[in-house]
């Protein structure tokens, strides 16, 4: 008996200490209480170490963002300011040349503002940022209609001439940084385009170009081409199955997007520059000019002369016809029954038209006419000078 009594006894003793360890998740034992609290071993303080590249070299930690950042928005701020103060440099030279009565050697940039010189029409300007980029432009152009005269950018403080409108070659504002470009660069071709100006960029890209040009299979029609990458060249270009009025949708549906920019006027005062008689010249062709120009031949057999019209101030809807002779009033006035041969849209002083034709007998043959900057229309018969021998243009 007394022996199941020491059993029981050693069971509670192992029933206790097994209580006792599963009770250690419950809460601290009574040893923990009494103990000296663990001292933890002080950890030593080691320098930032900077992360490395795969290769093991240190990567450079950027530190102040904010101030290079501050660094750079001030260094821009000071290349605009560069910028304006160049733009008024440019916008003084304007108003010297639309003051200058044409007489002025254009720099480059000026031909358009030269123009409306010659045609007494108003040129204003603005300062506008057209791509977004934060860099101001400096647009030149016509008060009276929608046509650039110029448009220059900055790099660097420095202004930068990204393009340059002219009678034959006309820019036009599409908005978000797009140009209309419409012209001709001879009788027979025109051009219709648009150009992109990218953010941060100093040139246009082409977005498509249309262009026309002699007909291989049609010695005196036309063929249609378009491209993207602004050339006027049909081999790398896809020829087009249209005509003109195709070509003139094209057009209109751009002329339809146009934008207006705002602008303002320069104080000047146009002198006249186109006085009261005729603004076309005609003389033989040889030496005596050294400008731009078309040249056409109109020539009907032997004996061909070459004859050079060129315009003092520029005209448009400019046409050479053929003249036959109908009858002489009593004032000897001539009336003719008239033929176009040759059209195209006008004369400038810088660009000049050459002629092969074919005279017979003494009396006119041939004749001009043109609208000048006043919306005259002038009619010209083409006379050779009993005297001297020079090409002498008779109203008719």
Not at 9 to 23: E, K, N, P, R, Y
Not at 332 to 360: E, K
Request: aromatic share 10%; proline share 5%; net charge negative.
């Amino acid at each position: 008996m007394k022996r199941k009594h020491t059993i029981l006894a050693l069971l509670a003793a192992v029933l206790l200490i097994l209580t006792a360890c599963g009770s250690k998740e419950q809460g601290p034992r009574l040893g923990d209480l009494t103990a000296k609290p663990a001292v933890e071993p002080e950890t030593e303080t080691k320098p930032e170490q900077e992360p490395e590249t795969e290769k093991g070299s240190p990567v450079k930690i950027e530190k102040n963002k904010t101030e290079k950042n501050e660094t750079k928005e001030t260094e821009k701020q000071a290349q605009i300011e560069s910028l304006l103060a160049a733009y008024d440099a440019i916008l003084s030279r304007s108003v010297e040349v639309l003051s200058s009565d044409g007489d002025i050697e254009p720099e480059y940039g000026e031909m358009g503002l030269l123009e409306a010189c010659w045609n007494g029409t108003g040129a204003g300007y603005a300062v506008e940022d057209l791509n977004g980029d934060g860099i101001p432009e400096l647009i030149l152009g016509s008060t009276e209609d929608d046509t650039l005269y110029a448009v220059y950018s900055g790099d660097r403080g420095e202004p930068v001439l990204i393009l340059e409108g002219t009678c034959r070659r006309v820019y036009r504002y599409l908005g978000s940084g797009w140009f209309f470009c419409s012209g001709s660069a001879s009788a027979f071709n025109s051009i219709l385009a648009t150009y992109s100006f990218p953010p941060d960029g100093l040139d246009l890209i082409c977005g498509d170009f249309y262009f026309t040009d002699e007909s291989v299979d049609d010695r005196m029609g036309v063929a249609f081409y378009h491209n993207n990458i602004g050339v006027m060249d049909p081999e790398v270009s896809e020829q087009l199955d249209i005509d003109y009025d195709g070509f003139f949708i094209v057009e209109e549906h751009w002329m339809e997007e146009v934008q207006t920019i705002a602008l303002t006027p320069f104080e000047v005062t146009y002198p006249s520059v186109t006085g009261d008689g005729p603004q076309v010249r005609a003389m033989w062709a040889g030496g005596e000019w050294n400008g731009d120009y078309d040249r056409i031949d109109l020539s009907t057999g032997e004996p061909v002369s070459t004859i050079l019209f060129v315009a003092d101030s520029p005209v448009t809807d400019f046409q050479i016809s053929s003249l036959f002779l109908e009858s002489v009033d009593d004032y000897g006035n001539m009336n003719f029954s008239v033929t176009p041969l040759y059209t195209q849209d006008g004369l400038t002083p810088a660009w000049a038209l050459v002629v092969d034709l074919t005279f017979y007998g003494d009396l006119p043959s041939y004749g001009i006419s043109y609208v000048d900057a006043n919306r005259q229309l002038w009619r010209l018969a083409i006379e050779i000078s009993g005297e001297d021998g020079s090409i002498v243009l008779i109203e008719y």
